[in-house]
């Protein structure tokens, strides 16, 4: 257990030699959070409410910085993998005495890890000084904390099972594109679920998307223990659910790798 | 005692072919042509603790497929095999704790951290006692002159510099036996020579057995003592590399590049290959004329901007090898 920790801590170690790449990303996070900023100050205007769908236009915004935050931080590690599947290279990782996938997944924690906690940074200091409010509470942090971490667990596992299908499609990047807009849809990245109509609200409760994006930063700005323990309950089910389908996946890989030889 | 014991190992390839065109495509899909690639067919021999043993050919002749049956990373057809005691394809994790892996193509260093991260990365990897990995690199970094590379990041070192560490990480966990596919593929010969050296010295002090693949003959010479080659999936010459040498190797090429033109050159043994201008390249048969004779005597006739002087290729010596066989 300890070897994927230090897995996890040499792959966050090296973000700090991309860091160029890092302060670049922190523009990305100014322009859309002032964007969206704009964009909602208006449609609060126009609209003449105080309250949109039970948010007020502060806790849309911060609302809207946390999921962004989580966004900007999520994995590429399918790339990574993939790639590796294609250029036969991943025969030669079973030559150590590490489970692949999951020195891949400690591998992609530690790149999200620290670009996580920059982008946090960022948006807070974009917002704060956008709006000059912080609509959320310590008890709402600390829950945003513990379930983005989750969230980035379940982010990280999907992007290793993304990887993985590279064993049976050749070009897995459409899978990623289709993942990452349906986290902005249905997982709740650009309008919380409180404004979807009841039926889609109850289609995305159910599926995985909406508890890497919706519920930690619904957390945050409208923290409510029932809420938090139910969210919480969800991401560590379908985070078993990842890891038992990682695990087949991979057998399945495997048997593939160690006949064909990769 | 013996580390490696082979028998019959037999690896077919089953590949699906497609061919050309929209009918191709489709008929791929519901009714794919399977074609049998043998790539290794029975092989048999045996390998004792301390070994030195090489195994050449040329490219496609199953050498890497041999290595990743031993690894455990490839399962064979058919036949059998013991490394260290176990069958590598069923207990691969237990074995790679004893046994390090050097793939020439692929490197197994964190390509933008210096390979000391790495390093740490691996000890943790295999276990290795904080103490104990302390004493075991220091004493690596000094056998193979890697302590100015230490901190340097991976992309930023030269192929060379970049193998002596690659070897050196697969060291780290002192492995038993230490397989080597191809190990100074891509290096210019002074390197090449260098990491010869060094795999040498490190079998002489610790007593790893070595098994190393090439298509470079120059790579058995100096290295091992014994040298098993293979050709399309089978083993065709088994014994010492002063035999192989003595007996298959009798020709040397030297190319050279002139400061005049060539006006050919007197003497038995020598033949022109081919010269274009002022480049000229000769195959020196060392049994009837010493290389060192020839090489002489062709600076003192000729000003010479360059001499290459080069075993032949694999392709030849397997060529000798059969038809010493068939006669």
Redo the contacts between chains.
């Keep these: 257990m ?2 994927y920790g ?2 996890l801590w ?1 792959s966050a ?2 973000q700090w ?2 860091r160029a790449e890092l302060g670049l990303r922190c523009i990305s996070m100014v322009l859309f959070m002032g964007v969206f900023m704009a964009l909602w100050s208006t449609a609060f205007g126009v609209s003449g409410q105080q309250e949109l769908a039970g948010y007020r236009l502060a806790e849309m915004v911060w609302y809207l910085a946390m999921t962004e935050t989580i966004v900007l931080s999520t994995s590429r590690v399918f790339v990574e993998i993939s790639e590796a599947v294609k250029a036969g ?1 991943l ?2 990782t ?5 489970s692949y996938p999951f020195y891949q997944l400690a591998n992609s924690l530690g790149n999200s890890a620290p670009r996580f906690l920059l982008n946090l940074l960022t948006a807070a200091v974009v917002v704060t000084l956008g709006i000059r409010q912080v609509a959320g509470s310590p008890a709402g942090l600390v829950a945003f904390l513990g379930m983005a971490t989750l969230a980035l667990l379940l982010d990280s596992l999907i992007a290793v099972l993304i990887g993985l299908s590279a064993f049976w499609i050749e070009e897995v990047s459409p899978a990623f594109w289709i993942y990452q807009k349906l986290l902005f849809t249905v997982g709740g990245m650009f309008l919380p679920l409180e404004m979807f109509p009841q039926w889609l609200r109850r289609v995305a409760g159910w599926l995985p998307f909406q508890f890497i994006t919706y519920v930690p930063a619904r957390a945050f700005v409208a923290f409510e223990p029932g809420f938090v323990l139910r969210s919480v309950a969800g991401q560590v089910m379908y985070a078993v659910v990842l890891v038992v389908l990682i695990t087949v996946v991979w057998q399945r890989a495997q048997r593939r ?5 990769g | 005692m013996t580390t490696i014991q082979v028998e019959g190992l037999t690896k077919t390839f089953i590949t699906r072919e497609k061919q050309p065109g929209l009918r191709g495509s489709m008929r791929a899909l519901f009714r794919p042509l399977r074609r049998e690639t043998p790539a290794v067919k029975d092989i048999t021999f045996t390998v004792e603790e301390g070994e030195r043993v090489a195994f050449i050919g040329p490219n496609g002749a199953g050498k890497s497929t041999t290595i990743k049956m031993l690894v455990g990373i490839l399962h064979p057809t058919s036949g059998q095999a013991l490394v260290l005691g176990k069958v590598p394809w069923r207990e691969r994790a237990r074995l790679a704790y004893d046994i390090g892996a050097v793939f020439g193509q692929k490197s197994q260093l964190w390509y933008h951290l210096p390979p000391a991260d790495s390093f740490d990365l691996l000890a943790r990897i295999y276990e290795v006692e904080r103490a104990t990995y302390r004493q075991r690199l220091d004493y690596l970094v000094e056998l193979f002159e890697i302590g100015d590379h230490l901190q340097v990041p991976v992309r930023k070192l030269s192929l060379g510099e970049r193998m002596r560490c690659e070897i050196a990480a697969s060291l780290l966990h002192h492995p038993r036996i230490l397989f080597l596919d191809e190990p100074t593929i891509g290096l210019d010969v002074v390197v090449k020579q260098r990491i010869r050296d060094l795999i040498l010295e490190l079998n002489q002090q610790e007593g790893v057995t070595i098994f190393l693949t090439s298509h470079d003959a120059g790579d058995v010479e100096v290295l091992c003592k014994r040298a098993m080659v293979i050709n399309h999936g089978e083993v065709i010459y088994d014994g010492r590399v002063s035999t192989l040498r003595r007996d298959y190797i009798h020709a040397k090429t030297v190319s050279l590049k002139l400061g005049e033109p060539w006006q050919g050159f007197d003497g038995p043994g020598v033949e022109v290959l081919k010269h274009t201008g002022y480049g000229v390249k000769l195959k020196v048969d060392t049994t009837v004329a010493p290389i060192e004779e020839v090489v002489g005597r062709l600076l003192a006739q000729y000003s010479i901007a360059d001499i290459t002087v080069d075993n032949p290729p694999m392709e030849e010596i397997i060529a000798r090898i059969y038809t010493r066989r068939n006669a």
């Design positions: 300890i070897r230090f897995v040499t170690r090296q030699v991309y290279d025969a030669y079973l030559a150590r005495p590490l790798l160690v006949v064909h030889g």
